[in-house]
């Protein structure tokens, strides 16, 4: 009886561990040709840390700190995009990332986005363009960066179906 008592807390305690794991901040990293590595990292999206407004009930909201965002259709969003870096020839370049939630689903533990998603073209000397498709099974949405040296500035950022299919009919499929 006591063998039996013991295993369900154990079980329920690794269950538990399980679902606080997506609650979590999580980061990924890729590496591309020519001594790039991007970084990527999301942390919990806190409700109470923000201005909500709008939206038919409390799952949904228009603005988020009065501001129109990208990733989750409107639904109260899991996680804030935190950072985005790309690390080139040693030097690390911080895209801007405001307006940016949700930008891979995050499932039973496991980060669903992958290095496909993520182009990075070489533009002229020292410039590069990152592009990026972001979507956590729901609310996809494109984004484009110039970087030149140690700066960089966000150029699209859109959830329109025309920058879906420029991305599609550049890239193929970014997934």
């Not at 269950?15 to 001594?35: H, I």
């Not at 409390?58 to 989750?72: A, E, R």
């Not at 140690?150 to 991305?167: K, V």
């Amino acid at each position: 009886m006591i063998t039996r008592i013991i295993t369900f807390i154990a079980i329920s305690f690794l269950t538990c561990q399980l679902a606080l794991s997506e609650d979590k901040n999580r980061t990924l990293s890729f590496e591309y040709k020519g001594d790039i590595k991007v970084y990527l990292s999301i942390t919990p999206f806190q409700k109470n840390d923000h201005e909500i407004k709008g939206g038919k009930d409390k799952n949904s909201c228009l603005l988020i700190d009065n501001k129109p965002f990208f990733g989750s259709d409107f639904q109260i969003p899991k996680y804030q995009f935190q950072k985005f870096t790309v690390v080139v020839n040693g030097k690390p370049i911080n895209l801007d990332v405001s307006g940016m939630y949700d930008p891979w689903n995050v499932y039973e533990g496991k980060d669903y986005m992958t290095e496909n998603n993520i182009k990075i073209l070489p533009y002229f000397k020292d410039a590069y363009l990152v592009r990026g498709q972001f979507s956590d099974g729901a609310g996809s949405y494109f984004s484009e960066w110039l970087i030149i040296g140690n700066g960089s500035i966000r150029t699209i950022l859109s959830n329109s179906e025309n920058i879906y299919n420029f991305y599609h009919d550049t890239f193929g499929k970014m997934e």
